[in-house]
């Protein structure tokens, strides 16, 4: 039996042995292969339903400029379909830069922020104070990988808190109004 697992040293990637399964190698590829695909079938078109929704909504605000709400809502799925592109144009992540971490790091705390401005937009709240510190918070979080001192997946824990609460904020100021 040979078994072999390529997995990355880093922290962010949180790779292990899988289930093992025996049997005919043609029929393991093949249900391999099968669930394999479907997961990227389904990032695939979430990645082309945002790429479509923010380009639709963008040229709509371009042709009304005074509207927030469709600039925050085309802002925020042209975000999501960017960091879609490293799940689904890189398919086999560790094979590639060792950089590729930091970027959907980069990527995926940069997604809460202009939902929230957008939340807030949807309900006609415009808070200065709070909107630079949500910015500065992003600015934080999005460089912590520069900085930070110790171990990156040891930290997912509490941006995830932080990214939890201000989108409940942002969901609880919508059901709010």
């Not at 110790?150 to 609880?172: C, E, P």
Request: glycine share 8%; aromatic share 14%.
């Amino acid at each position: 039996i040979h078994v072999r697992v390529h997995a990355a040293s880093t922290d962010v990637l949180m790779h292990g042995l899988p289930r093992v399964t025996f049997g005919e190698s043609t029929l393991l590829r093949t249900d391999y292969m099968v669930s394999t695909e479907l997961g990227f079938g389904a990032q695939r078109c979430f990645f082309a339903l945002a790429l479509v929704s923010g380009i639709i909504t963008l040229c709509l605000w371009i042709a009304r400029r005074n509207d927030k709400v469709i600039f925050w809502y085309s802002f925020a799925c042209l975000l999501w379909s960017l960091v879609s592109i490293p799940r689904i144009g890189l398919r086999w992540v560790d094979d590639f830069l060792p950089l590729i971490p930091i970027l959907s790091w980069f990527l995926n705390y940069g997604l809460v922020v202009p939902v929230v401005v957008l939340c807030l937009r949807t309900v006609g709240i415009r808070w200065p104070r709070f909107e630079m510190a949500l910015w500065a918070f992003l600015a934080l979080e999005a460089t912590f990988p520069l900085w930070g001192t110790g171990s990156i997946g040891r930290w997912f824990l509490v941006w995830d808190v932080f990214n939890t609460a201000l989108l409940l904020t942002g969901v609880g100021v919508i059901v709010a109004r």
